[in-house]
């Protein structure tokens, strides 16, 4: 069965450091999302791509980066890791091109807590 | 710019008891509204998609309704049991630009009690 798999699932970091979350999809969809999710927020949208060598800021970019080298990963960089990152991080995927009526699906997340 | 809520924030239920958690958006040109399940500590799954020229969909004991013109959906869970206590999110896509960007509501936490 096709799937998003992130790692590592849990991660405890310093501030200051960079950190990369990883993202990888066997459905071969060419949409690729990052969200947070937060209390008091709920999910908002850091980055996505369309396809290979495309990448969008999203609503919550500031600090974050992504690269699309191909289809199945989308790999998130925290470029220096502050507090206010602490948060829980979820990989998405959809088919289709804008307009379309694909739904999205998601991966199992990452808690990332930076102290 | 889109906002999704979603009414009551918490539910608590006896089992056996069917149930209507609301979701509402304020811009009604969407293309989708996907209803999610959120387990504690895990990610969103996938409930029910309705496309925007579409009234209602089911699956097993859910049914998902859409009334675009006033900006509401409601999901309908028959004879609930604890194996549905979750968090259930609804969320909306619209084109920006050459994108669907997806809205989400905040979520009703739903406890089931046996």
């Known amino acids: 069965d096709a799937e998003i798999t992130q790692s590592p699932r849990h991660k405890i970091t310093e501030t200051g450091r960079q950190v990369t979350l990883a993202c990888h999809q066997t459905w071969n969809h060419n949409n690729m999302f990052w969200y947070r999710q937060d209390l008091g927020h709920g999910l908002r949208l850091i980055h996505y791509s369309y396809g290979v060598q495309d990448t969008n800021k999203g609503e919550v970019s500031d600090g974050y980066s992504v690269s699309r080298s191909n289809t199945e990963d989308l790999p998130l960089t925290l470029e220096s890791a502050a507090s206010s990152q602490t948060s829980v991080y979820f990989c998405a995927t959809s088919g289709g091109a804008s307009g379309s009526h694909y739904e999205q699906y998601f991966g199992p997340g990452t808690r990332l807590t930076v102290t | 710019k889109q906002e999704v809520t979603q009414i009551p924030a918490a539910l608590s239920v006896p089992e056996g008891e069917n149930l209507v958690l609301n979701c509402s958006f304020t811009d009604s040109a969407i293309y989708n509204l996907q209803w999610f399940r959120q387990d504690p500590g895990k990610g ?32 309908y869970i028959a004879a609930s049991q604890p194996g549905d206590s979750a968090t259930y999110l609804c969320a909306v896509s619209q084109p920006l630009y050459n994108f669907n960007k997806f809205y989400f509501g905040s979520g009703t936490k739903l406890n089931v009690k046996p």
């Open chain 2, 44 to 75: 969103l799954t996938s409930l029910l998609l309705i496309q925007s020229s579409q009234r209602e969909q089911t699956s097993g004991r859910l049914n998902a309704s859409l009334d675009k013109s006033s900006g509401r959906s409601t999901l």
